[in-house]
């Protein structure tokens, strides 16, 4: 496609649901970031992707998280027993390569934990 | 570690008006850095970049320079339009091998009319 696209673009969760976001990054991009932003304030690392290798996941807030690209493509990001702090937006992101070049960001999912 | 500071806003600025949003950064090793733009209901875009000390970003008459050795990159324009209301986000790329990016908290441009 022509961009990052991610979907859906809204979920709400009862506390306690699981959630499954997914990231459909440019195609042939072979870094995919997921960050996650809180309210009003900055986006936050929370894993990377090198190919379908998760070669750093240092910014999952816990063992709630988990996230997969499986075939090197296509990302989905998972939340177990949502919690009203998970309430965020949560962007995801290609690169062409793992260099300092421009990330490439999707529109994001707002998630509202109720 | 790394980390970015900008100022907080909200900035209100008349059409016209001449923009600087200050941003400073710590970091280990030569960082890239970047402002991108976040418009009401849209996604992050990449409004400049520098790669390197001294270089200079420029886009939509907005520009911004890497300064080393103040560890800055100050978004500045010399008129502002309506049209640039936004969040604008200073980010740094982690150069510890992810290239991960590390960003400001945002600062919210009002531009009136």
């Known amino acids: 496609g022509a961009g990052v696209s991610q979907s859906p673009r809204y979920k709400v969760a009862k506390r306690g649901q699981d959630v499954a976001l997914r990231c459909d990054p440019i195609?042939?991009?072979?870094?995919l970031f997921w960050y996650q932003q809180a309210l009003g304030q900055g986006p936050e690392f929370l894993t990377y992707f090198q190919n379908e290798a998760q070669l750093d996941k240092s910014g999952l807030p816990s063992d709630r998280f988990f996230a997969e690209r499986p075939e090197g493509s296509v990302s989905t990001l998972k939340i177990q027993r949502t919690q009203q702090e998970d309430s965020a937006v949560y962007l995801c992101a290609s690169t062409p390569r793992g260099q300092s070049t421009e990330a490439f960001f999707g529109q994001g999912t707002r998630l509202t934990v109720v | 570690g790394n980390s970015v500071t900008q100022m907080e806003g909200p900035v209100t600025l008349s059409e016209e008006a001449f923009l600087t949003i200050n941003c400073t950064y710590t970091a280990t090793g030569y960082p890239s850095l970047f402002w991108y733009v976040q418009y009401p209901g849209e996604g992050l875009q990449l409004l400049l970049k520098?790669?390197?000390?001294?270089d200079k970003g420029s886009n939509k008459g907005f520009e911004a320079t890497y300064r080393k050795e103040t560890t800055s990159f100050h978004l500045e324009k010399g008129s502002v339009q309506v049209s640039d209301s936004a969040v604008y986000f200073c980010?740094?790329?982690?150069?510890?091998?992810?290239?991960?990016?590390?960003f400001g908290t945002g600062t919210r441009l009002k531009v009136l009319a």
């Open positions: 520098a790669t390197k000390a001294d």
């Open positions: 980010a740094l790329s982690d150069t510890s091998g992810t290239y991960k990016y590390i």
């Open positions: 195609s042939g991009h072979v870094s």
